[in-house]
């Protein structure tokens, strides 16, 4: 149980297009989705964390109108990076956290296999 | 603002020894601390974690051992085995959300 999928696993768009990335939790319902990004060997960066019926929450240096996050539904939360440019080339994770019942409860993050985006 | 630190980056062992990674957090409300392994292109998977009302916890050859006070975790793997080998993240944090350490690479030669 507990599995998130994303899609798509790659991709690579031009720059000044927009890419979006869909994160989805398949066997449970998740009020509250997280976005990172994670260079090469390096650590996860929360980005935003995205509650269901509400707006994001934007860490600290991050355009919130360059990475436009949805969660219209308990399932589903995208991420659109707009107007790309290759800087925003990277590996995007996102994760589900669970909810009461789950074995981790309200506090385990179950994570995607994330999106690599190349902006060429 | 919040920032886990964490080392070391690199760690080599032989096969059957030990292995040992420490992490400091600064902040005080984090009550929720994960061990998660990502082997190469692939997701993040949780492999232990630890509350704050527990010192320690344990699960076969993996444990996790918290000092609230000094704000310090540490993930210990006994008897390890090459596939093992992998990036290791601790994480701390609540609810709300959590802030990764920086990674450490664990190398298991055989």
């Known amino acids: 149980g507990a599995v998130v999928s994303q899609h798509p696993s790659r991709v690579i768009c031009k720059s000044g297009t927009s890419v979006k990335i869909e994160c989805r939790s398949l066997?449970?319902?998740?009020?509250?989705m997280f976005w990172y990004r994670q260079f090469p060997k390096k650590s996860l960066m929360l980005m935003a964390t995205?509650?269901?019926?509400?707006?994001?929450?934007?860490e600290q240096g991050v355009e919130k109108d360059k990475f436009l996050i949805n969660h219209a539904s308990l399932t589903l939360s995208t991420l659109t990076v707009t107007s790309a440019h290759p800087e925003d080339s990277s590996f995007y994770i996102c994760?589900?956290?669970?909810?009461?019942?789950?074995?981790?409860?309200?506090?385990?993050?179950?994570f995607g296999p994330g999106t690599r985006l190349t902006v060429t | 603002g919040e920032n886990v630190e964490q080392h070391p980056s690199t760690l080599s062992v032989q096969e059957g020894d030990s292995a040992v990674i420490k992490c400091t957090y600064s902040?005080?409300?984090?009550?929720?601390f994960p061990w998660y392994k990502q082997e190469l292109g692939k997701r993040p998977q949780l492999i232990i974690d630890?509350?704050?009302?527990?010192g320690e916890k344990k699960d076969q050859r993996i444990a996790v051992t918290l000092n609230k006070t000094a704000k310090h975790f540490s993930l210990h793997i006994t008897e390890t085995q090459p596939e093992d080998s992998a990036v290791y993240f601790c994480a701390a944090g609540n609810t709300d959300k959590l802030i990764f350490g920086t990674g450490t690479r664990l190398q298991v030669f055989p």
């Open positions: 066997d449970f319902q998740a009020t509250t």
């Open positions: 630890i509350r704050s009302n527990v």
């Open positions: 994760s589900a956290r669970g909810a009461p019942g789950l074995a981790g409860g309200r506090y385990e993050q179950y």
């Open positions: 995205s509650n269901e019926g509400s707006k994001a929450t934007y």
């Open positions: 902040d005080s409300a984090s009550n929720y």
